[in-house]
């Protein structure tokens, strides 16, 4: 028998999130998860750079998909 995968526990630096900005849908790269001062945030870009402009996320507003690969928002 298969065994079932587990979702992945934490986001880590290279996975995909999907990021929702009002009407739009953007793919972005997690490219930090440890922010100064913050246990729960984590930092998205569109290229992964460290440095780049992009956006703090929550991680607990986000799960694992396996079906797609990447983090989604929850519902």
Do not use: C
């Not at 290279?14 to 849908?25: A, C, E, M, P």
């Amino acid at each position: 028998m298969k065994e079932k995968k587990e979702g992945r526990a934490a986001m880590q630096v290279g996975d995909r999130i999907l990021v929702n900005k009002g009407i739009s849908k953007k793919v972005l790269i997690v490219a930090r998860v440890d922010i100064p001062h913050s246990t729960e945030r984590a930092f998205a870009t569109k290229s992964g750079g460290d440095f780049t402009i992009g956006i703090k996320v929550w991680k607990s507003d986000y799960v694992w998909n396996e079906k797609s690969q990447m983090w989604v928002p929850k519902n």
